[in-house]
């Protein structure tokens, strides 16, 4: 079964300020790859997914960008941190047609 | 576009209770259906999931979903709620085939007293 590593667990940063989160994923080969955000009462929103390594497609126009320069691995980026972009970070991954979504633990953000 | 409502934000009941969560979805074709649970700070869990078949699914830590096409609603229950079953519980929708580009709704909070 597939098993996700995301890191840090937590973090705050000073508004302008870059980010990084990296997620890598065990235990499959060739996952599709998403990064949702969660913010309190409004579900989860999705971010960026990718279908290979380069491919990455953008959902919603924001100050986030990704990348995914191995098959399993799948980093979220800014180079200035907003105040909004404080939230709860959740990288998933599926493995195949019909396989469900599976999750990390998450990264929560807190932009000061 | 693909929708899911789950119309309480927060439950409360007793423990032994019997438990229905609420999901309404819409999706314009044959919906791939998900509920998830989510504990303070952790990921989400995939507790049960539909796709096709029986429109009854069982799931882990004895829930089900009945899937009812007519209403546009994937309920989720169970029938005698422990303490450790609160946390918030998620419908999402998906394409039946593909990467699963899935909508989550907004979430159920659920608290159980003793």
């Known amino acids: 079964s597939q098993t996700i590593h995301q890191w840090p667990a937590t973090l705050v940063q000073p508004v302008g300020s870059p980010l990084s989160l990296e997620c890598t994923v065990e235990g499959t080969s060739n996952p599709n790859l998403y990064w949702y955000r969660q913010a309190a009462g409004r579900g989860l929103q999705l971010l960026f997914y990718s279908v290979g390594i380069g491919q990455i497609s953008s959902e919603v126009p924001q100050n986030l960008s990704a990348s995914r320069p191995q098959d399993r691995q799948f980093i979220l980026s800014s180079k200035k941190l907003l105040l909004s972009d404080s939230g709860f970070y959740l990288c998933?991954?599926?493995?195949?047609?019909?396989?469900?979504?599976?999750f990390g633990n998450g990264t929560r953000l807190t932009v000061t | 576009a693909q929708s899911v409502t789950q119309p309480d934000i927060h439950i409360t009941v007793s423990e032994g209770a019997s438990l229905e969560l609420r999901c309404n979805y819409s999706y314009g074709a044959t919906p791939y259906l998900f509920w998830y649970v989510q504990s303070p700070g952790q990921g989400l869990q995939l507790l049960l999931k539909?796709?096709?078949?029986?429109?009854l699914v069982q799931g882990i830590k004895g829930f089900e979903a009945e899937f009812k096409r007519s209403q546009s609603s994937f309920n989720l229950r169970k029938p005698s709620v422990h303490w450790s079953d609160a946390a918030e519980y998620f419908c999402a929708v998906g394409p039946s085939g593909g990467y699963q580009k899935v909508t989550f709704g907004t979430g159920t909070k659920l608290q159980v007293i003793p």
């Open positions: 539909y796709f096709s078949g029986d429109t």
């Open positions: 998933a991954s599926t493995g195949g047609l019909n396989s469900p979504l599976h």
